[in-house]
């Protein structure tokens, strides 16, 4: 018996960021579009808790108590008291340390593939609890589509989205890590007046309407800056894309995958080909959004 679990990478069309909290977190205006690239999650009973990876990226990902699949197993198991002991085995599509959070989907499909197995009964909002806890990122892997995340990202307000964004994402050379993009976000606004993070409406409308001119005007990355800062030759992915047609390149989340948004399928593939040719980059891959989130294939 063993449950699949296949979850969606994500890119934030918005993501403002507010002054560091005092538990070290920033309040952030955070628009998650989930993406049509994906991680697969299978559990079947063992005698401990392991965990197992496969993919192009499968020598990064960590296989200890580290790895959040392996805590949202720990974490379902302690709430119904019960034991842990599975095998969750990742077919790992999404980057690792990419801001797409694979690390979340991970997480999150561990979760509803190990709430399969088990039977628990959990309703969604204890699931949504314990992602939660598992990290800020996690609730929306699980839900998918386009939210709007409050608080440190966790909090989700469901968003309507009009129609299909095409996407193409660049995997850079190296991996950047959430905190110290963070960190470089606070050293680089030291002094400022940081204001609240609010959500833009008109980027809103935009995923209402489908309307990719109109979402390609108004995407906004608050950690952009931080991340190229750490990684300067992510403005040459940058550029490229945007040399090939995209209608607008950013970062996604705090990278250092950078994400094109194209008017169509043909321009997708146009500006993954010169994305290619351009040595400015480790691999490039198109995908489609929304993508539902976290859903079980086999049971
Ligand atoms: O919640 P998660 O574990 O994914 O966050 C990873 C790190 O990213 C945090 O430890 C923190 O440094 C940073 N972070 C933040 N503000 C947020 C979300 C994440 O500073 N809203």
Redesign the pocket.
Known sequence: MSVTVRVPAKVNVQLS?GA??PD?????A?VFLAVGLYDEVTVAPADTLRVTCEGPDAAHVPLDRTNLAARAAEALAARYGRSPAVHLHIAKDIPVAGGMAG??ADGAGALLACDALWGTGASRAELLDICAE?????PFSLVGGAALGT????RLTALDVGGTFRWVFAMAGRGLS??A???EFDRLGAGADIPEPVASAELIAALAKGDPDALAATVSNDLQAAALSLYPELADTLAAGLAAGALTALVSG?GPTTAFLVRDAASAETVARSLRASGTCRTVRTAAAPAPGATVLTA
């Open positions: 960021v560091a909290r070290g977190f920033h309040d952030l955070n690390g979340s598992l990290g800020s990122d996690v608080g440190r990202g966790e959430t905190p993009v963070f960190r705090s």
